[in-house]
């Protein structure tokens, strides 16, 4: 029953940390910063006091989308079997092979991250604009003391990845860099456990880094739980409920159930009354108008609503959205409007 409490209590959390219109447009403008930078970096968007004086420190890169019980588990794992002292749950602007994350938007996807952050005492969030792991591990570096040693967390499938040349242009030189940056702890992944990493690492173009890469035991349970999954019991009409609740801790479970990020709007005419593709116009707004003004907008499920209608200030919101620029008081103004339709 407490446990039931507390799920239920993290849960309305997440969902209002989703509606927070001011608290959406201060993500979307770190967002915003990190993606048009040239130059590589990392910023710490909840648990960062815990990072200078950590030593054993570990990394989980991932589009999170949702999150679930299964990222969850791993990453509890690894804080066992690696003593660390904390986890940074690392989301890159722009993901390698995810360049187009299906539809829940980077901002909705860090907004539920922070909540689930904040219940927990040897974690952080970090927000990356580079999606390769040694171009990861060389920025949140720059979070850390200079003795800590970091150890990237990730699936087999990643690791499979991570040694594929294919997105290098010289694999072992890259390689050499990683591994004198941090080193890696592989989890199980389906079918693919100890086993199907042995035998990677006993290929001789991978035995050289052999040294540098762990097996971490992570409780079948989760083995074949995932984000794919997920979306797919999302997306249903209505959305499955039970299944949900069964991969997803409550922060994703908001975002799944709350934004609709991954259910088609039946009821949309076309792409521009479609739910959420207005609310991820209106997160895309927030990048650029003054936070002054954000402040002042009503929550983003309310901003939607209004958007969506077929009335006069509905087309008039719509129209600015799509508009160029996002500066000044503009939608306040739509937002007064009196319809008469």
């Keep these: 029953m407490t446990e039931d409490i507390t799920r239920s209590s993290r849960y309305r959390s997440a969902v209002a940390a989703l509606d927070d219109t001011a608290t959406l447009a201060r993500l979307a403008h770190d967002a915003a910063k990190m993606t048009t930078s040239s130059e590589p970096c990392a910023l710490a968007l909840a648990g960062g006091r815990r990072l200078p004086a950590a030593q054993r ?18 990453v ?3 804080l066992r079997s690696a003593n660390l002292d904390v986890v940074i749950w690392a989301c890159a602007a722009v993901s390698v092979d995810k360049e187009r994350v299906e539809r829940a ?37 720059t979070l850390l003391s200079p003795t800590a040693e970091l150890t990237l967390l990730v699936g087999y499938d990643k690791i499979v990845q991570i ?29 693919d456990g100890a086993d199907a990493l042995a035998t990677l690492l006993a290929q001789p173009e991978n035995h050289p880094f052999a040294a540098h890469v762990s ?21 249903e ?58 402040r002042r907008l009503p929550p983003l499920s309310a901003l939607t609503q209004a958007t969506r209608a077929d009335d006069a200030r509905g087309r008039g919101l719509r129209g600015w959205l799509t508009g ?18």
Excluded at 245 to 264: K, V
């Design 57 to 74: 420190v570990g990394v989980f890169a991932g589009s999170f989308n949702p999150l679930t019980r299964a990222h969850v588990a791993l």
């Design 76 to 78: 509890n794992a690894a």
């Design 237 to 294: 009409t209505p959305p499955d409920a039970g299944a949900l609740a069964r991969l997803l801790p409550p922060a994703g479970l908001a975002l799944a159930l709350d934004t609709d990020a991954y259910r088609p709007d039946a009821s949309a005419k076309d792409s521009t009354t479609d739910a959420y593709e207005i609310r991820s116009r209106w997160l895309a707004a927030l990048a650029t108008m003054p936070l002054a003004t954000a």
């Design 105 to 141: 938007a980077l901002v909705d996807r860090l907004a539920q991250m922070r909540v689930f952050v904040a219940g927990r005492r040897r974690d952080a969030l970090a927000l990356l604009n580079r999606g390769l792991y040694v171009d990861e591990a060389r920025t949140l570096r």
């Design 163 to 191: 040694f594929d040349p294919k997105y290098y242009d010289d694999r072992d030189a890259a390689l050499r860099a990683l591994f004198s940056l941090a080193r890696l702890l592989v989890a199980p992944r389906g079918d």
């Design 215 to 235: 097996y971490l035991n992570v409780p079948s349970t989760w083995l074949r739980d995932s984000s794919t999954e997920a979306r797919a019991f999302a997306a």
């Design 324 to 341: 160029m620029s996002h500066d000044g008081d503009a939608p306040l103004e739509l937002l007064s409007t009196q319809t008469s339709d």
